[in-house]
Structure formats: C-alpha cells, structure tokens
C-alpha cells in the first residue's frame, strides 16, 4: 500500500468514527457537558480531547481537503468545544473565539454603518466601549437604555434598528430583561436580539427557549471556570446566521486556539457541579451582607427582595455565584474592603474557582463616562463579588473581618 493509499484508509476510518457515538436527545445537562460534540479520539482511543496543536492538515487529494484545513478555519479541539456549547445552549452551531469580546466584534460585523442597536445601559463595561468604538468609526447608531421596561425598548425602535443587546442578569446591578417580551418584540420587528449569557450560562438560563436568535459568552469566566482560560463563543439557534459568522470568524481571524479551547472544554465538565456550589455560597453571602450594618443595599438575584424576583424564577433555574452591594459609609468603606479582604483577591473577571472582589466604577466598568455610570446607577459606593469554590465559612469570616476592621 503506498502512503497516499495509507493515508487516505485511515481518513476514511476517521471520517466513519465522526457520526456521534451517543445519542444524548433525551439527556440532562450534566450529561450532555460530558459527552456532546465529545468522541474518544478516532485515532488513539483518547477519551479527554487532544489539544490538536497543529496550524495546518494534509489534504487527500489536490483539491480535496479532509475535515480540516487551516486551524484559523476550523480547529478539531476548537470543533468539540463549538459542538459542545451549542448542544448546551440547545443551538444549531457555534463559533468560539480568543476571548468574549473577539466574539462580540465578530458578531457584530453583521452590521453596518447606518443600522441601529439598542443595548442595555448596564452591560459589560467593554461591551459599552465597543458599541460607542463602532458609532465612532464605524456609523453604527446606538442607544443605550435600560431593557427591563419593555415599552421603552419598543419605543426606541427605529427603521433601521438592527438589533437588540441583552445583557440578563446584567453585571454588576443583576438587572433581569424579560426574554420572551424582548425576543417576541424583537421578531415582530424583524430585529435580531442578542444575549449575552456569560453570568448564568447554559446550566441557569437557555435564551433560546425564549426564541432569542443569538448567545454570547466570554468563555474566560464560567465555562472556563478556573481563572485560567481566555475565549468567548457566539452561538446561533437557528440556521439563519451559520453562514455569516462562520465566514466572519474565519474572515476576522480572532478564533481561539486549541489550548484555550482545551481548558474551556475541562472546564465546561464540571460546570453544573461548580454552578450548583458557587451559587449555594452567593446566597449565604447575600444574607449575611443583607444583616451587615455596614452595608445599605445587596443586589443579588436569589434575594425574595430582587425587584424582578418572579421574572427571575419564571426564565432560569438558578440565580448565580455573583453579587454586589452598596456600603453606607462610601468609597473609603469600599476601598478599605476591597483592600482588606485576604481570600477574596482584588481583580477583574469573574466565575472562578477563586472568590474575587472588586469595585465596579473603578475597575470592570471604568470606561464608562461618569453619565452613563449615573444613569446605569453604579454607584462609588457599589462592591462586586464573584463567589468562589472555597469553603463558605472561610468567605464569610474574611468579608466579616475586612468589613469590620
Ligand atoms: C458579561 C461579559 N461579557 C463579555 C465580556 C468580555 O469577555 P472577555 O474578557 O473574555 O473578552 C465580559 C468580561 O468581563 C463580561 O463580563
């Protein structure tokens, strides 16, 4: 056999072992994070997914390349981790790229100058950055308004508008935007509405059921899940847009590499475990800063006291591991915590194994000008919490002892 021949059998085997060995229509979450878009490697019998480190693929013949060409095209460890997130999101297909804003950029070069999107006024502070980058300089209109009341957001819809950017819960106020009443609007319209789920993911909130048309994520935080993997996904629910964001992903280029996609992959394993567990602890947490003197206000999905407590309970299963609250006595109460606390580190991001703290204004949305911080109602006051996997007992003695010193 020559090793043209050779070759060309074993790419046949590979391309039988591809139909997916399990069928998991009917199975729970926790299953399907295991084992979709997940086949042992056809090659070795490896059931963790190789890190498949190679930029380029033998083709079989002139003309003829095999599933993969060029990792900036497609990656087999970048193709299980996309294959993995759209069967959680209960999508057609999914795109993972080097962080979540490379997804949301990549996203949103289906616009163009002169279309509108209406965007909630507390998103992700570099959400914010990059919608004001493309009106710009790139004659995108945007407005920015809060998305909880639904008359307004129909109020605001233009000839032109485009789209509609969901952040739900939003961060760091966990304002909760009804799905439905936005996707219902958004189609009526002929508008494309957008959520951004990175705050709950999959496990919590699915916004396809919703009939929402697209998902992002920054990948980075909980799917990941252990401060150590940058990425972000964009996610379709229908066939509709496959085409246009596969060709823009592998236009732009900014796709994830197989590294990041292999951490992600580990991480997504234990995702329900880690959801379940963080969000335990976020409660408690939330009940003792709620009895805290110091403390004026928590903002925490899972408080009966949430303003959208019944949306909340109505569209997810779960209110998740982050939180923040307003201190009485100011920034210097704020600095002094975010300062003082010794298991909680001083950081941006969230979603890890690790507890983190940090104060919204001046970190994850200080590029936010001080209208806008207004408007949104970030306060200087306002600390952010994102719960880790220590034990709760330690979290608790560390807020207590810096809030109290
Ligand atoms: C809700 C949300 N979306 C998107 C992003 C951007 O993700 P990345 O930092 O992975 O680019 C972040 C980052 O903090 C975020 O909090």
Known sequence: MSVIEALQTSQDEITECKEPRLDLSGM???TKAIHAGIDPDPATGAIATPI???TTYQFKRMGEPGEFEYSRCGNPTRKAL???LAALEGGVYSAALATGQGAQITLLNLFQQGDHIICGNDVYGGTIRMLNLLKKNAGIEVSFIPLTDVDRVRAEIRSNTRAIWIESPSNPLFNIVD???????????????????????PYFQRP???GIDLVVHSATKYLSGHNDGLG???ICRENKFVEDIAFTANALGAVLGAFDAW??????????LRMREQQKSALKIANFLQSHSAVSRVYYPGLPDHPQYALIQKQTSGFGGMLSFELKDGIEKARKLVEGTELFYMTESFGGVESLIQHPQTMSHSSMSPEALAEAGI????????????DCDDLLADLERALDA
């Not at 306060?379 to 220590?390: D, F, I």
């Open 208 to 210: 396809f059921q919703f």
């Open 379 to 390: 306060t200087e006051k306002l600390v952010r919490v994102s719960v880790g996997l220590e």
């Open 263 to 272: 951490l992600i992959l580990r991480g997504i394993k234990t995702l329900a």
């Open 52 to 54: 498949h480190q190679s």
């Open 28 to 30: 729970k979450f926790q």
């Open 82 to 84: 996309e294959d993995n």
């Open 232 to 234: 972000g996904v964009i």
């Open 179 to 201: 799905l439905e009443a936005i996707a219902a609007l958004a189609r009526e319209n002929d508008v494309i509405s957008i959520v951004d789920n990175t705050l709950l993911t």
